[in-house]
C-alpha cells in the first residue's frame, strides 16, 4: 500500500508562489477491536498496522501480556479494520473519547 499521494501544490518563493507537484502523506480510518467490541478508532498512514496496534494496545495498557500478531485479523478497504480474538478480559469501564478532528483519541484513565 502506498502511504502517499502526488497533488499539485503552491511553493512560495519569497514574494512569488511556484506551482509544483509534491508528496502528501495518505492517512486511512484505522479501527481496532477485542474479540469484536471496538476500542481504538483513529486517523493513521496505512503502513505497519500490527506495530501500532500492539503498541497502542499495550502503552495504553488495554491489554496486558502477550498479544499473537498473527492472530489478528486485518481487512483493508477504505477504511482498516483490525480484529484481536483474546482469552483475557479487556478493561470495558474505560472509554474512548475522539477529538472530532480526524478521530483521534484519548483515554479517561490515570496514568501509573
Known sequence: M????????LKR??????????????????????????VISLYCTPLMIKELV????????????????EDMRIVYGEEI?????????????ETVTTSRCLGGFTFNKKRD
Open 13 to 38: 518563493q519569497a514574494t512569488s508562489f511556484e506551482e509544483i507537484e509534491d508528496y502528501i502523506a495518505k492517512e486511512k480510518r484505522l479501527k481496532v477491536s477485542i474479540n469484536g467490541k471496538e
Open 81 to 93: 479494520t483490525v480484529d484481536i480474538p483474546i482469552a483475557e478480559n479487556i478493561l470495558t469501564k
Open 54 to 69: 500492539i503498541g497502542l494496545l499495550l502503552t495504553e495498557k488495554i491489554l496486558k501480556g502477550k498479544i499473537s500478531p
Open 2 to 9: 502506498v502511504p502517499y499521494i502526488k497533488r499539485e501544490v
